[in-house]
């Protein structure tokens, strides 16, 4: 069987893929969040101000880095999946094979 090429098409928002940066590294800088997901600094910057305003984040100082906590008790503001909150959703978008070997097989670390 033939594999599919890739859509042109991505299956999560980018506010969603930076909450899935930010949970697998709260200390996470804008820089790397922008090369991570193939966009500017800048719209990183927008992106994470925009979930600081909807409550989806909040941001800490510790030195000259910031420190994200994630509200994962909020719906995910979707009309088909709003029943299900933030945290259950990075619960499966995190819980990976990978993220499992680099915590030793324990469960996903809370993210607030």
């Not at 909450?19 to 790397?32: K, N, Q, T, Y």
């Not at 800490?60 to 994962?72: C, F, K, L, S, W």
Request: hydrophobic share 40%; glycine share 8%; net charge positive.
């Amino acid at each position: 069987m033939a594999q599919a090429e890739s859509p042109q098409w991505e299956f999560l928002t980018k506010h969603a893929q930076v909450l899935v940066c930010v949970a697998g590294d709260p200390g996470i800088r804008l820089r790397d969040i922008g090369d991570r997901l193939g966009i500017t600094e800048r719209a990183a910057h927008r992106i994470v101000a925009q979930l600081r305003a909807a409550g989806y984040l909040t941001r800490q100082r510790e030195g000259r880095r910031n420190h994200y906590t994630i509200a994962v008790n909020l719906p995910v503001p979707d009309g088909v999946a709003q029943e299900r909150s933030i945290g259950d959703l990075l619960k499966i978008l995190t819980d990976t094979p990978r993220a499992r070997r680099r915590r030793g097989g324990a469960a996903p670390a809370a993210m607030n």
